[in-house]
C-alpha cells in the first residue's frame, strides 16, 4: 500500500513538472512566432505539444492525448512539406 501511493506521487511530480516545462517551451513558440524566430519557433511547439501528449498519457487522459497526437501531426506535416 505505501509503495502504491509512493508511484501515484511520483507520477503525479512527473506529470507537473512535464506540464509545466512544456507550457513554458510552448510560450516560448508563441514568443518566437511574434518575433520571426523561424524555424524555431516550431521546434519550441513540437518539444511543447509532444510535453503535452506525454502529460496525457500519464493521466490517461484520452481529449488532452487526441488534441495534442493530431496537433503533432498537422505540425509535423507542415514541416515535411516546406
Given at each position: 500500500m505505501a509503495s502504491e501511493v509512493t508511484d501515484i506521487a511520483r507520477g503525479d511530480r512527473t506529470a507537473f513538472v512535464v506540464k509545466w516545462v512544456a507550457s513554458v517551451i510552448q510560450i516560448l513558440g508563441y514568443a518566437g512566432t511574434a518575433f520571426g524566430w523561424t524555424p524555431w519557433h516550431l521546434y519550441l511547439f513540437v518539444v511543447g505539444v509532444l510535453g503535452w501528449l506525454v502529460v496525457g498519457v500519464l493521466w490517461n487522459d484520452r481529449a488532452?492525448?487526441?488534441?495534442?497526437f493530431v496537433a503533432l501531426g498537422a505540425m509535423l506535416a507542415g514541416m515535411a512539406s516546406q
Open positions: 488532452i492525448m487526441l488534441i495534442h
